[in-house]
């Protein structure tokens, strides 16, 4: 029965794809990059020049969820910061190892092996196109500085305490986020390569939490003790704002990348 429910699966996700394909032109049926937008990339289809434009509702592709998909991050790295922009060059997927793992389950031979390796799941080649690009996209006077680090994958949809912040720099994060991961493990099952970019929205609270017993503390008014723990709390308006704000620098170097791409091969 399990199989059965696989193999349709697979059958779901071609009958998905052919609709989709059929909506283009010949030449355009075959795609050789796939974009993922997460925060503030929504107008970058305008920006890439010369290129015809198709539009579709998710709801008409058949056996296609809503998609909801976005790439904001909270910065466990001291030296990042917000608005800055990080190439994943690898991950902790703390779901995964306690279970929760896409490709759990008999596995559909049509999409890949039962068993991929992850060790090398983001694009040596494609990251380093993104730092020759990033000197030519990006104004000399930018703040905003390009890094690589790895990224922990946290389910949400509540932002991290400040133990598990701790617990994830300590562990060798640099950033941590709801997104992504998942996304990129079924893409590397599937063999495609995989280069990801990550915006740090807000800097994650890596501080201990105030002890109630702080002498520092007793003659503090609720109005002064509600302050501290309010200080550097992540916020959804926060993370949306940053992404507005690098909107233009990761359009610019997402498009320069792509030019690259198709240059070299």
């Known amino acids: 029965m399990a199989d059965l429910q696989h193999t349709s699966l697979f059958e779901q996700a071609k009958e998905a794809a052919d609709y ?5 032109d010949p030449c355009f049926q075959r795609p050789r990059i796939a974009i993922i937008c997460g925060s503030g990339l929504g107008g970058l289809a305008e920006t890439v020049h010369e290129t015809p434009k198709y539009e579709y509702e998710t709801s008409s592709v058949p056996n296609f969820p809503r998609s909801t998909v976005t790439n904001a991050s909270g910065g466990l790295n001291p030296e990042y910061a917000v608005g800055d922009i990080v190439l994943l060059h690898d991950h902790i997927f703390l779901a995964g190892l306690g279970g929760q793992h896409p490709l759990r389950g008999p596995n ?3 999409f890949g092996l039962r068993f991929p390796s992850l060790s090398d799941a983001y694009d040596l080649e494609l990251r380093r196109l ?3 690009a990033w000197g030519r996209v990006i104004h000399v006077e930018s703040k905003r500085r390009l890094h690589e680090g790895v990224y922990a994958f946290v389910s949400g949809p509540s932002y ?8 994830l720099r300590t562990l060798g994060a640099d950033l941590v986020g709801m997104s992504t991961v998942p996304e990129i493990i079924v893409a590397r099952h599937s063999g495609m390569r995989v280069l990801a970019l990550s915006l740090v929205t807000n800097k994650a609270v890596l501080t201990p939490v105030p ?5 520092l503390l007793q003659n503090s008014s609720p109005e002064d003790l509600n302050m501290i723990l309010q200080d550097g709390k992540a916020c959804h308006e926060e993370v949306l704002e940053a992404g507005n704000l690098a909107a233009v620098d990761v359009q610019r170097l997402v498009v320069q990348v792509i030019a690259d791409v198709f240059e070299r091969h």
């Not at 989709?20 to 283009?24: A, C, D, H, I, V």
């Not at 991290?160 to 912040?165: G, H, K, S, V």
């Open 20 to 24: 989709l394909r059929n909506q283009l």
């Open 211 to 215: 002890r109630g017993d702080d002498h």
């Open 130 to 132: 993104v730092h020759k």
């Open 108 to 110: 559909v031979d049509d």
């Open 160 to 167: 991290e305490t400040r133990a598990e912040c701790r617990m």
